[in-house]
């Protein structure tokens, strides 16, 4: 038997295992079949370029996928925190080696996962998905790989709208924070695409507290845009900052409607103290935004 052979044996038994062990409730053993799991497609990575490895290494990676979503529907916490970092580690290792498809078939099935996570209400291990999908977010900021911060950002939202849903207060802050990092992150590396995703995907979360009547919420949108505008003024990224004043506004005429005053107040300060001297025509940001938009589709279509 050649060592390719070898290998492919062991990943194979090194699956069956992990969902052995999930199906038996066994939290050590799955976090340990996660870790070989892990290994195995880091060192495909790192191998040549060629179709056989690169099927391989998705192959791994819905495998891992599928285990996680096992560890969910049974809520073993640190077999499901196992899932987030072996799924990050290979969505990071991925984008060091500028392995595009395989960063993104990982951070495809963290994003998935951490949806999942909560869904079941299990806030530490979605918090968790947050932490390592925003960090994911600038990693791929850093590899100038921006499809990857964008499919970043787009689950971050999601999964600041489904924890908003089923009470998940952690997740939601830290999504939030995360969210505006990666914004303010692309704008001083001047890649613009993402800021104004940043700032698009947070106008969605503020309108949906609004409708859902959390004035507190709100506010905390409302700074978030604000250290997102000042650094986005600072860096003279004038699509993303005129953007992020449309969302301000939006949230201040929505919240108004809403009989939020505090909220109000809070939206009108911040547009008040951002400067948007210079900031390019209507028409021609119309049209940036629309394929922003147009990007975050095709992002998630891939996906």
Request: aromatic share 2%; proline share 1%.
């Amino acid at each position: 038997m050649s060592s390719v052979d070898e290998r492919e044996l062991a990943e194979v038994r090194m699956i069956e295992e992990g969902l052995r062990k999930a199906y038996d409730g066994d939290a050590k053993g799955v976090v340990d079949a996660f870790s070989s799991l892990r290994d195995f497609a880091v060192q495909l990575i790192h191998l040549d370029l060629t179709a056989e490895n690169e099927l391989d290494a998705k192959a791994l990676i819905i495998a891992m996928g599928d285990i996680g979503k096992l560890t969910a529907e049974k809520r073993m916490e640190i077999a499901s925190i196992a899932a987030v970092h072996s799924l990050g580690e290979v969505a990071v290792e991925a984008a060091d080696r500028k392995r595009e498809s395989l960063a993104l078939k990982a951070l495809s099935g963290l994003g998935g996962l951490a949806l999942e996570f909560a869904e079941k209400g299990m806030d530490a291990v979605a918090k968790n998905a947050a932490e390592t999908l925003g960090n994911l977010g600038k990693k791929s900021l850093e590899a100038k790989m921006e499809v990857l911060a964008s499919l970043s950002e787009t689950y971050l939202m999601q999964l600041a709208r489904k924890a908003m849903d089923e009470n998940l207060p952690e997740t939601w802050a830290t999504a939030v924070n995360f969210l505006v990092g990666i914004g303010v992150s692309s704008a001083g590396q001047e890649m613009e695409n993402s800021s104004v995703g940043s700032a698009i995907l947070l106008e969605e979360l503020g309108i949906a507290a609004v409708r859902k009547r959390n004035e507190p919420q709100v506010k905390v949108i409302i700074e978030a845009l604000e250290k997102l505008g000042k650094e986005l003024s600072r860096q003279e990224s004038k699509n993303a900052l005129v953007q992020t004043v449309w969302t301000l506004e939006t949230l201040r005429v929505l919240a108004l409607e809403y009989g939020m005053e505090t909220a109000v107040a809070a939206g009108k300060l911040t547009l008040e103290a951002l400067n948007t001297t210079g900031i390019p025509d209507e028409e021609q940001n119309l049209e940036r935004i629309q394929e922003i938009k147009e990007l975050h589709r095709r992002i998630l279509k891939r996906s």
